[in-house]
C-alpha cells in the first residue's frame, strides 16, 4: 500500500534496469552508493536490496541502517521496521522523527503499549515545555477493537499474489477495482518505488454472498502503460480513474491526474482530464456522491494541511466549482486518500494521521448542519487492524461493501474484502488516565474511580487496573470530574469538558492521590459565560504576612493544587491575557489539615474575557422612584466591581447610569448625574482612581430599545432602559 504514501506524489518513477552500473561484488562502501542513487530516486525496493548487501559486509553504520529502517516504512514491512528503527533510536544523534517512526513501526506490528511509550517520548521532544500531552496509542486500541460484532469480513476470489486494491461499483453485479497483477506478455513496466507491476484498472463480477469472480482487464482504450486506479463510475454511467503523469525531470517522478471516460458496449473509451489536472501536484482518487452534486479527490497541492488532503468539488450545471478543502475535521499534517461518499451522504476516506490502529485506518464523517465535516469516526476493527486498511466502499442499503487491506493472511501485496455491516456506526467518546500517587509518582492499582457530572453526582464508577489506568464513557458538551480514592491519602480530583472532543476522541486525565497530612489548596477554573475549563491561567497564592508567592500553572482541566501553611491568611490571583483578572481571599486560621476547596461552580473562580467596549450589567444597582440610596445588595456588587478594578490595572474602565425613557431629557439627565455621584463616592471610598475609573451620566441619550419622546412603548419597555453597567474602555499599552 505504501506506493501511495511517503512524499505522495504517489506513483513514482519507473525503469527496466539498474540506473547504477557498478559491479558491486564484495565491497559494502560501493553498494552503499548504489543504494544510495536508488534512495535518491525512491526506487525504495531496489535501495534496501544494496543497503541489506553493504550491511551484510560489515557496513552497519547509522547511514545504511538508518537508509533500511525509511526502505522497510516506505515499503509496508513494519516488522523490518521496527528492527531497523529500534537500533536507530539508540544513535545518539536521533531525531524526533526517528522516535515517531518507531512508534509507527511498533503500532504497525500491533505492539501498542511499546508503541505508546515511544510516541509519548516523541511528543516530549517537539511540544512546547509543559505542553504535557500524550498519544493514549492503548486507550485507542482498546477502543477501537470493542464492538468486532459490528462487521463480518472475508477475502474475495477475485485477489492474485499481486497488489489489488480499490474496488469500486459499476452498478449492482460488478466492481471495477486497480490491480498489479502481470498478464502482459514482452516489457513489464515496474514502480521504482517497490518494484511491483504497474496497476491497472479490471472487473469483476459480484456474486450474492459478495465474493468477487472472474476478474478481468476492462476493455476498451483506458488501461495504458502508466498506472490506472482507483476509479469511480459516476451517477450518470461516466468513469472517472486514475492515472499516473509521465515522468517529470530527471527524478523520473510521476504525479497524479483525473481521466474521463465513457460506457463503450462493455468497456470504455476516453482519457479527457478532469479541470483542476495539476503538473506541479497530484490529483487523484475521484468519488463522486450519489446525486452527483460533489466530486471527492486528493491532491497534494500547496495550502493544505499536510501529505494528501480531501478536497472536493460542487457541480454547477453541469461544471465543477473551485475546489474546496474539507478542513481539519477530516484533513491532517499526514495522508488522507480514498474517499468515497455513500448513499446516505457518510464520507468514508482512509488516513494516517487521525487516531487508529495502525498504517492507514478507514474513518467516516458525517456532514454537519453547516455543510461541514466536523470529526471522524474510526470505523474499528475487524475492518481496520494493525497494517494499512483503505478504500472502503458500502452499497446503497449501507450495509454490504468492499475494503482493501494488506493485513497477514492474505493472497499477496494488498487484497480486496468482502464486508457486511450488521449495525450502524456510532461515536464514543472515552475519558481514560491513569491514577497516580503523588507522592512517589507511581500508578496505583485497585483505586477507586468514579466520573462526576457537573453537580457533582457519581454516573460511573470503577477500580483502577494493575497499571493504574481507568477508562469511563462520557458524551459531547458536557463538564465532568474524575475522582480517585486511596487509603491513607486524600480524594484525588480532576476535571474535564467535552466540547471539543468530536476530533479527540478520547480526553486524558491522570488523578494524583495526595497524602493525608497537612493543608491543601485545590481549585478549578471554569469560564464565566460557556462551557469549559481555563487552561494556562497563571495562579499565584501570595502568603499576606511574608508576602512569600507561590506560583503554579493551571492544567487542561482548569485544575491547580498548593500546599499551605497553617494559620496563615492567603491572596490567591489567577491571571491569564484576554481575561480579567481575579483575586480570591483564604485563610488557614485554625486548621491543621484538610483541603481547601475553590471552584468549581463556584463564582469566585469563574474567568471572564476581556472584551473592550462591552456592556456588562450591575444588575443589583437599583433604586426605587427618586430614590438614590444604594441597597446592601448594590453595594456588594460595587465592591466585587472595585476589586476587578483593582485586581486588573492595565484596564480602564467607564460606569454607564441610564434613566427610564418615560422621563424627559432634563428630567433624565439630572437623575442619572445624582445616581453617578452616589456611584463614584462609593467607588472613589473604596480607593478606586479617576484615571482607572470614570462615572457617566447619559440620561435617555443611549435606550437599549427604540422608546422615547413619540414612540408608544410599555412601562416594561420604558423601565428596561433604567439600568447601571460598566465596559472596559481601553487597555494599557494597546
Given at each position: 500500500m505504501n506506493r501511495y504514501l511517503g512524499h505522495i506524489l504517489l506513483l513514482l518513477a519507473l525503469f527496466l534496469g539498474s540506473p547504477a552500473h557498478v559491479h558491486a561484488q564484495g565491497n559494502s562502501e560501493a553498494h552503499t552508493r548504489i543504494a544510495d542513487r536508488y534512495f535518491q530516486r525512491m526506487a525504495y525496493a531496489q535501495a534496501r536490496a544494496e543497503y541489506m548487501k553493504a550491511a551484510d559486509l560489515g557496513a552497519v553504520n547509522e547511514h545504511v541502517v538508518k537508509r533500511l529502517a525509511i526502505c522497510a516504512m516506505k515499503l509496508g514491512d513494519t516488522r523490518e521496521g521496527e528492527r531497523w528503527y529500534g537500533q536507530v533510536v539508540k544513535f545518539l544523534n536521533r531525531e524526533?522523527?526517528?522516535?515517531?517512526?518507531?512508534?509507527?513501526?511498533?503500532?504497525?506490528?500491533?505492539?501498542?503499549?511499546?508503541a505508546e511509550e515511544w510516541m509519548d517520548r516523541y511528543?516530549?521532544?517537539?511540544?512546547?515545555?509543559?505542553?504535557?500531552?500524550?498519544?493514549?496509542?492503548?486507550?485507542?486500541?482498546?477502543?477501537?477493537?470493542?464492538?468486532?460484532?459490528?462487521?463480518?469480513?472475508?477475502?474475495?476470489?477475485?485477489?492474485?499474489?499481486?497488489?489489488?486494491?480499490?474496488?469500486?461499483?459499476?452498478?449492482?453485479?460488478?466492481?471495477?477495482?486497480?490491480?498489479?497483477?502481470d498478464t502482459t506478455v514482452g516489457i513489464q513496466w515496474r514502480a521504482a518505488w517497490d518494484h511491483q507491476p504497474f496497476l491497472d484498472l479490471y472487473v469483476a463480477g459480484v456474486q450474492a454472498d459478495g465474493d468477487l469472480v472472474g476478474a478481468r482487464r476492462l476493455p476498451g482504450n483506458v488501461n495504458s502503460k502508466l498506472h490506472e486506479g482507483p476509479a469511480v463510475v459516476a451517477p450518470d454511467g461516466t468513469l472517472w480513474y486514475t492515472r499516473t503523469n509521465a515522468a517529470k525531470g530527471k527524478s523520473g517522478i510521476h504525479r497524479l491526474s483525473i481521466l474521463h471516460a465513457r460506457r463503450d458496449?462493455?468497456?470504455?473509451?476516453?482519457?479527457?482530464?478532469?479541470?483542476?489536472?495539476?503538473?506541479?501536484?497530484?490529483?487523484?482518487?475521484?468519488?463522486?456522491?450519489?446525486?452527483?452534486?460533489?466530486?471527492?479527490?486528493?491532491?497534494?497541492?500547496?495550502?493544505?494541511y499536510g501529505g494528501t488532503d480531501i478536497y472536493v468539488c460542487e457541480n454547477r450545471g453541469g461544471q465543477w466549482g473551485e475546489p474546496r478543502n474539507l478542513g481539519p475535521g477530516v484533513n491532517t499534517a499526514h495522508n488522507e486518500l480514498f474517499p468515497f461518499m455513500s448513499a446516505d451522504g457518510t464520507l468514508y476516506f482512509s488516513s494516517n494521521g487521525l487516531p487508529g490502529l495502525g498504517?492507514?485506518?478507514?474513518?467516516?464523517?458525517?456532514?454537519?448542519?453547516?455543510?461541514?465535516?466536523?470529526?471522524?469516526?474510526?470505523?474499528?476493527?475487524?475492518?481496520?487492524?494493525?497494517?494499512?486498511?483503505?478504500?472502503?466502499?458500502?452499497?446503497?442499503?449501507?450495509?454490504?461493501?468492499?475494503?482493501?487491506?494488506?493485513?497477514?493472511?492474505?493472497?499477496?501485496?494488498?487484497?480486496?474484502?468482502?464486508?457486511?455491516?450488521?449495525?450502524?456506526?456510532?461515536?464514543?467518546?472515552?475519558?481514560?488516565?491513569?491514577?497516580v500517587d503523588d507522592d512517589n509518582g507511581q500508578p496505583v492499582a485497585d483505586a477507586a474511580v468514579d466520573l462526576l457530572d457537573a453537580d457533582g453526582n457519581v454516573e460511573e464508577t470503577g477500580r483502577s487496573a494493575?497499571?493504574?489506568?481507568?477508562?469511563?464513557?462520557?458524551?459531547?458538551?458536557?463538564?465532568?470530574?474524575?475522582?480517585?480514592?486511596?487509603?491513607?491519602?486524600?480524594?484525588?480530583?480532576?476535571?474535564?469538558?467535552?466540547?471539543?472532543?468530536?476530533?479527540?476522541?478520547?480526553?486524558?486525565?491522570?488523578?494524583?492521590?495526595?497524602?493525608?497530612?497537612?493543608?491543601?489548596?485545590?481549585?478549578?477554573?471554569?469560564?464565566?459565560?460557556?462551557?469549559?475549563?481555563?487552561?494556562?491561567?497563571?495562579?499565584?497564592?501570595?502568603n499576606l504576612a511574608s508576602f512569600f508567592s507561590d506560583v503554579r500553572t493551571t492544567e487542561a482541566g482548569g485544575d491547580f493544587l498548593f500546599r499551605l501553611q497553617p494559620n496563615e491568611q492567603f491572596e490567591v490571583m489567577l491571571e491569564k491575557p484576554g481575561f480579567f483578572t481575579v483575586s480570591v481571599p483564604v485563610a488557614t486560621m485554625g486548621m491543621s489539615r484538610g483541603i481547601i476547596?475553590?471552584?468549581?461552580?463556584?463564582?469566585?473562580?469563574?474567568?471572564?474575557?476581556?472584551?473592550?467596549?462591552?456592556?456588562?450589567?450591575?444588575?443589583?444597582?437599583?433604586?426605587?422612584?427618586?430614590?438614590?440610596?444604594?441597597?446592601?445588595?448594590?453595594?456588594?456588587?460595587?465592591?466585587?466591581?472595585?476589586?476587578?478594578?483593582?485586581?486588573?490595572?492595565?484596564?480602564?474602565?467607564?460606569?454607564?447610569?441610564?434613566?427610564?425613557?418615560?422621563?424627559?431629557?432634563d428630567?433624565?439627565?439630572?437623575?442619572?448625574?445624582?445616581?453617578?455621584?452616589?456611584?463614584?463616592?462609593?467607588?472613589?471610598?473604596?480607593?478606586?482612581?479617576?484615571?482607572?475609573?470614570?462615572?457617566?451620566?447619559?440620561?435617555?441619550t443611549?435606550?437599549?430599545?427604540?422608546?422615547?419622546?413619540?414612540?408608544?412603548c410599555t412601562a416594561a419597555q420604558h423601565a428596561e432602559n433604567e439600568r447601571v453597567e460598566y465596559k472596559v474602555t481601553a487597555v494599557s499599552g494597546l
Open positions: 524526533p522523527q526517528d522516535l515517531y517512526m518507531y512508534a509507527e513501526a511498533l503500532k504497525g506490528n500491533g505492539k501498542y503499549e511499546q511528543l516530549g521532544m517537539v511540544q512546547p515545555e509543559g505542553a504535557g500531552r500524550k498519544s493514549n496509542i492503548v486507550d485507542f486500541a482498546r477502543k477501537f477493537t470493542t464492538n468486532l460484532d459490528r462487521f463480518t469480513v472475508k477475502q474475495v476470489s477475485a485477489n492474485s499474489p499481486m497488489d489489488d486494491l480499490a474496488a469500486t461499483w459499476d452498478g449492482t453485479d460488478r466492481v471495477i477495482f486497480a490491480s498489479a497483477r458496449g462493455d468497456g470504455w473509451m476516453g482519457s479527457d482530464p478532469f479541470l483542476y489536472n495539476n503538473p506541479e501536484c497530484s490529483v487523484g482518487h475521484p468519488a463522486i456522491s450519489a446525486d452527483g452534486r460533489w466530486f471527492f479527490f486528493i491532491s497534494d497541492m500547496p495550502g493544505g498504517g492507514l485506518d478507514v474513518f467516516a464523517a458525517k456532514r454537519g448542519a453547516n455543510g461541514q465535516f466536523a470529526f471522524a469516526i474510526n470505523v474499528g476493527a475487524p475492518v481496520n487492524g494493525p497494517k494499512d486498511d483503505f478504500a472502503f466502499v458500502v452499497d446503497p442499503a449501507g450495509s454490504k461493501g468492499y475494503f482493501t487491506s494488506n493485513r497477514p493472511g492474505g493472497a499477496g501485496g494488498d487484497d480486496l474484502y468482502a464486508f457486511t455491516m450488521h449495525y450502524p456506526l456510532e461515536q464514543r467518546f472515552l475519558c481514560t488516565g491513569t491514577v494493575a497499571d493504574g489506568r481507568y477508562s469511563f464513557p462520557v458524551k459531547e458538551n458536557k463538564e465532568y470530574a474524575i475522582r480517585a480514592r486511596m487509603a491513607g491519602h486524600y480524594d484525588g480530583l480532576v476535571h474535564f469538558s467535552t466540547e471539543d472532543i468530536g476530533q479527540q476522541q478520547i480526553v486524558a486525565r491522570d488523578v494524583h492521590v495526595i497524602p493525608d497530612a497537612g493543608i491543601w489548596l485545590r481549585g478549578t477554573v471554569q469560564y464565566k459565560d460557556k462551557i469549559g475549563f481555563v487552561e494556562g491561567v497563571k495562579v499565584s497564592v501570595v476547596e475553590l471552584g468549581p461552580m463556584k463564582e469566585d473562580l469563574a474567568m471572564e474575557e476581556v472584551e473592550v467596549g462591552r456592556a456588562l450589567p450591575l444588575k443589583y444597582v437599583k433604586w426605587t422612584g427618586a430614590d438614590n440610596n444604594l441597597a446592601p445588595a448594590a453595594k456588594a456588587e460595587l465592591d466585587a466591581l472595585a476589586d476587578r478594578v483593582q485586581v486588573n490595572p492595565a484596564l480602564k474602565f467607564e460606569v454607564a447610569v441610564h434613566a427610564d425613557t418615560r422621563l424627559g431629557a428630567a433624565a439627565l439630572k437623575l442619572t448625574q445624582a445616581r453617578a455621584k452616589v456611584t463614584e463616592d462609593y467607588l472613589r471610598a473604596k480607593g478606586i482612581r479617576k484615571e482607572q475609573l470614570v462615572v457617566q451620566a447619559y440620561g435617555t443611549k435606550p437599549t430599545n427604540p422608546c422615547g419622546a413619540g414612540v408608544e
